[in-house]
């Protein structure tokens, strides 16, 4: 018999990292708020739940990749959320990326019902997540963890250990998406600078992102930014928002000053009240600089 897991959120992440457990063999008892979303996934690999409730009932592992804080506090608390069922022993694999605080509270309340929480905040877009080759960054009770990894294996590349402190990965998420998104703004300044100067923003994109910024985020973004290409949304600007709001919440809490970090929570919050927050994020950083500069 296949071994079941509970899974909740079939979003642009979710959606795809389902379709690879299934295909490693696993059957999901899944729940999406939307529940027309389970017909992509194979019907004689999953149990349809109504509740985040029923997706943990009788699991002893539950994946959970939802958009935000509140929503996930909802899913684990709520009159029909999953520490009503969820089994004493049992690990929730938490991937969404949310606040060290959130991850530390919801640690503690799954002790209380003898579970236990470990957070896997991932990097890596859709695209990735389809391809088995997403980041995990992982923290929380080591033998949780070590139960969790073998799972997370068909789902990534690589996952590295934050240590017992559950919110450690999380941490590390925010730093990393803060990384990503000063560096999208720099990428859509200095192509935008180019272009107005008569220049092709591919070419010199091209040109940094093979010599002096040769990594993944200068090549990646750097040819959305520069081509302009905002489809398909794999990661909306408001979730791209919701980031820079954790960055600037933990600067805050840990006294650690970040300027840049509040230059680029307007740049996003500026997207989202121009309503471009259900666009993908290349365009809330992108088009906002090029408007600025009158192209
Ligand atoms: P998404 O918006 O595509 O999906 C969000 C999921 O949350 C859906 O399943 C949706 O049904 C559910 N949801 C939202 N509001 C809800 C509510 N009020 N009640 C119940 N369910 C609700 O988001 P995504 O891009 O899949 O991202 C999921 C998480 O992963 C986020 O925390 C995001 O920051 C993080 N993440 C995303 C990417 C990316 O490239 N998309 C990459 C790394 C991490």
Not at 186 to 214: C, H, I, P, S, W
Not at 248 to 253: E, Y
Request: a negative charge.
């Amino acid at each position: 018999m296949k071994k079941k897991i509970g899974f909740i959120g079939l979003g642009n992440m979710g959606m795809p990292m389902a379709k690879n457990l299934i295909e490693a063999g696993y059957h999901l008892q899944v729940y999406n708020r939307t529940t027309s979303k389970t017909e992509e996934l194979d019907a004689t690999s999953i149990t349809i739940c109504r509740t985040p409730a029923e997706a943990a009932d009788g699991v002893k592992i539950l994946i959970s990749m939802l958009s935000e804080d509140e929503v996930l506090k909802e899913a684990v608390t709520g009159e029909e959320g999953i520490l009503k069922t969820f089994p004493a022993g049992a690990v929730h694999i938490s991937m969404s990326t949310i606040a060290p605080d959130t991850a530390e509270e919801l640690c503690k309340l799954h002790k209380i019902s003898d579970n236990t929480y470990v957070a896997s905040p991932v990097f890596g877009r859709p695209d990735a997540a389809a391809a088995r080759k997403l980041f995990i960054c992982i923290s929380g009770d080591p033998d949780a963890k070590e139960i969790a990894k073998p799972i997370l294996e068909f789902l990534g590349q690589r996952i590295v250990d934050f240590g017992e402190k559950v919110s450690g990965a999380n941490v590390v998420k925010v730093a990393g998406n803060f990384m990503i998104i000063t560096s999208m703004e720099m990428m859509a300044e200095a192509y935008t600078l180019a272009e107005k100067n008569g220049l092709d923003r591919a070419q010199v994109a091209d040109f940094f992102g093979t010599t002096l910024f040769n990594v993944p985020i200068f090549q990646n973004y750097g040819k959305l930014i520069a081509t302009k290409q905002f489809e398909p949304v794999g990661f909306k600007t408001k979730l791209g928002f919701k980031d820079t709001r954790l960055t600037l919440k933990i600067a805050q809490a840990s006294l650690t000053p970040m300027p840049t970090a509040m230059l680029v929570h307007n740049r996003l919050q500026s997207a989202v009240a121009k309503g471009w927050g259900e666009s993908d994020w290349v365009e809330g950083v992108s088009r906002g600089v090029s408007e600025d500069a009158g192209v």
